[in-house]
């Protein structure tokens, strides 16, 4: 039940791996809620804990993101009007 | 400069160039750095400019567009709201259609915190739980003693336009008690529903239950959410005199400003922030070769407009739930595939 959302994300945050060859994703058709991805590794490494790496920096990057912008919030820096 | 420009999106006159830029770890010589959690984390930067009731302006910076866009499609699309979703109309004898006005009244965005409650699938029954209540019981009458010649139906006709003033709360169960605090209504009271005229009658049921944008646009928390990469707008060469006045001109106000320079007045780039890149620049000939139009790739403006049933702010901070959640789901759901192929091994 992915699509871009998930999708691109996750081609993303696999691609940054040094270990992984070649990262890509299709939506085979658009009114089936279904992404191909292929993850091709160098020997170094096992694609399917490159996508688990993946799916966890991920997380991360979100929870980066989301503590930075809670700590902005509380900051207080910004105007309320306009 | 070369290592900035890495960074731009260049804006020509007939195309867009350096797209999608070089992003991977073997795009680049040795110079490149593989991706480190404290490096993303020091590269990070959000600036809230502005946070009003409906709205958040705030700047995104060292990001990769896929997640900028991942966050931008969840906002629209994945944060639950409540909604309008069942119409059981009792008596309707308007001019409006049942379908049509059921529809219309799908649309009405409805104060009610979607937190508060459960989804409600197909099988379920209503619960106090799943779902809020509403009544819409009008008529429409002839006000007496209004002089023949008057012409405005308001003032003729009592309840000849319905507004969504009109629907009124059930509360059902413990809801009364649940939202003592803030009770469930429409956000605005002035959103015109149908129109009637003496003798029609609407009288109708609605039940109010918690969706995504993904299934129905009514359920969209916000009235848009969009995102635009900061312009850098480069000068190469100095831009003086007249031209500079007319460099100008050709640029939204604020943007570029004209300043005496050793004597000469020279166009210098103010606020970059306000460009809205019309490219008009590109459509003279005498800017040749002397000004480059680019974006900077990993800069975001985001601008986020609620509807007002979440706060603006409050919907940033759950999209980013949302994208950490399906990335948990995805996780297990790998797990329990690798588990489930070494057991058939």
């Known amino acids: 039940e992915e699509d871009h959302t998930l999708g691109n994300s996750l081609r993303w945050a696999i691609m940054q791996n040094s270990q992984v060859d070649f990262c890509g994703y299709s939506i085979p058709h658009p009114s089936e809620a279904k992404t191909n991805l292929r993850i091709q590794t160098t020997d170094r490494s096992n694609a399917v804990e490159s996508m688990g790496k993946g799916l966890d920096d991920l997380r991360s990057v979100c929870q980066i993101i989301k503590g930075k912008f809670q700590q902005r919030l509380r900051e207080d820096n910004y105007s309320r009007t306009g | ?345």
């Not at chain 2, 958040?56 to 900028?68: P, T, W």
């Not at chain 2, 050709?250 to 320079?261: A, H, I, K, N, T």
């Open chain 2, 1 to 345: 400069m070369a290592l900035e420009d890495r960074n731009r999106v260049v804006v020509l006159k007939d195309r867009v160039e350096n797209i999608s830029g070089a992003d991977y770890p073997m795009g680049f010589d040795s110079e490149d750095v593989p991706f480190h959690l404290e490096n993303f984390r020091d590269g990070l930067d959000i600036k809230i400019i502005r946070v009003t009731p409906t709205d958040i302006e705030f700047d995104l910076i060292g990001v990769d567009a896929s997640i900028a866009n991942a966050l931008r499609r969840i906002l629209i699309a994945e944060i639950p709201t409540m909604a309008i979703e069942k119409v059981y109309m009792i008596n309707n004898t308007g001019i409006m259609q049942d379908e049509v006005l059921a529809h219309r009244l799908g649309l009405i965005p409805i104060l009610a915190d979607p937190n508060e409650f459960q989804w409600k699938r197909s099988g379920d029954p209503p619960t106090d739980q799943n779902t809020i209540v509403f009544k819409l019981d009008v008529a429409c009458k002839a006000i007496p003693n209004v002089p023949e010649s008057e012409t405005d139906p308001k003032k003729k006709y009592e309840n000849s336009s319905i507004y969504s003033s009109h629907i009124v709360w059930e509360p059902k169960g413990d809801q009364e008690i649940r939202f003592a605090n803030s009770p469930v209504r429409p956000i605005h009271d002035d959103i015109l529903v149908t129109k009637l005229r003496p003798g029609q009658v609407i009288n109708c049921e609605l039940h109010c239950e918690k969706g995504v944008g993904k299934d129905h646009a009514k359920f969209s928390p916000v009235a848009t959410a969009s995102y635009r990469l900061l312009p850098d707008i480069q000068i190469l060469e100095d831009i003086t005199g007249e031209d500079a006045e007319f460099f100008r001109g050709c640029f939204p106000p604020g943007v570029v400003d004209v300043v005496e320079e050793n004597g000469v007045r020279t166009a210098r780039v103010v606020n970059p922030r306000k460009d809205t890149v019309s490219r008009e620049v590109l459509r003279h000939k005498q800017f040749d070769g002397k000004v480059r139009l680019t974006r900077v790739r990993d800069h975001f403006i985001f601008n986020v407009e609620s509807t007002g049933t979440i706060a603006p702010e409050m919907l940033v901070s759950q999209a980013l739930d949302i994208l950490i959640e399906k990335c948990d789901i995805s996780k297990a759901a790998l797990e329990k595939a690798v588990k489930g192929s070494e057991e058939d091994e």
